[in-house]
Nanobody, 114 residues
Framework: VQLQASGGGLVQSGGSLRLSCAGSGLTLDNYAIGWFRQAPGKERELVARIWSGGSTNYVDSVKGRFTISRDNAKNTMSLQMNSLKPEDTAVYYC?????????WGQGTLVTVSS
């Protein structure tokens, strides 16, 4: 089982990035999927999650700016990030969970310059 994240990079404040995560060895449609992030010196936090039934949750700081989605045909998940702020700078991790199963991607760095 592997989750492969991509799409991070350097962007100016107010810009946009789209993160993607491809699953192999598992069918993401069966899992609750999410994006977490960890900034330097801080704990990892949940940014957004989409449940198998389609409902979504977002941390308050990204509501209205980030959108999580899944593409079952491609077995991928994405995080569209708009109006980026310097405080969004972090390593972003994709995650899939079902019951006690937990899988993590390798992390992709997002740096937002002011």
């Amino acid at each position: 089982v592997q989750l492969q994240a991509s799409g991070g990079g350097l962007v100016q404040s107010g810009g946009s990035l789209r993160l993607s995560c491809a699953g192999s060895g598992l069918t993401l449609d069966n899992y609750a999927i999410g994006w977490f992030r960890q900034a330097p010196g801080k704990e990892r936090e949940l940014v957004a999650r989409i449940w198998s039934g389609g409902s979504t949750n977002y941390v308050d700081s990204v509501k209205g700016r980030f959108t999580i989605s899944r593409d079952n045909a491609k077995n991928t998940m994405s995080l569209q990030m708009n109006s980026l702020k310097p405080e969004d700078t972090a390593v972003y991790y994709c995650n899939a969970m079902y019951g006690v199963e937990r899988y993590w991607g390798q992390g992709t760095l997002v740096t937002v310059s002011s």
